[in-house]
């Protein structure tokens, strides 16, 4: 089978996603370090809240969700619950699980934070929506 051709405009469409993508990842990591948080730290506690049917993690699930080594995820945990925003509860079925949860400071400050990110996706999603249509 042979190889298609990839045109310069398909690279150039390709190159201004990646830009717009990036834009926005830039505008997120620097809003995470306007309120005190690093990027990773930001997008734990947005895992933690947006994990679907529950409000709660596992170490494992987080670390699989922020494609990180589990022991990297017990020390981001480990500073989150300094920080008092998030706490560790032990599993009701399984007393050796312990599962993260937000408390209500990391809860009001993910909730400022993406109140700013959903802003700043409807400022891009024109832009971002006729690139994707260009792609497929």
Request: glycine share 4%; no cysteine.
């Amino acid at each position: 089978m042979k190889k298609r051709e990839i045109t310069q405009r398909e690279y150039e469409t390709l190159a201004a996603f990646r830009y717009h993508l990036r834009q926005f990842m830039r505008f997120s990591e620097e809003a995470a370090l306007g309120v005190g948080l690093t990027p990773q730290q930001h997008q734990a506690l947005l895992t933690i809240k947006g994990f679907p049917m529950r409000d709660y993690v596992t170490v494992t699930e987080l670390a699989d969700r922020l494609q990180i080594k589990h022991h990297s995820a017990v020390g981001l945990v480990n500073r989150l619950v300094a920080q008092g925003l998030v706490e560790r509860v032990p599993a009701i079925e399984d007393r050796r699980q312990v599962n993260i949860t937000l408390t209500s400071h990391g809860a009001e400050l993910l909730s400022e934070l993406t109140a700013a990110h959903q802003e700043e996706i409807r400022r891009l999603r024109p832009t971002l929506q006729e690139l994707l249509d260009q792609i497929t």
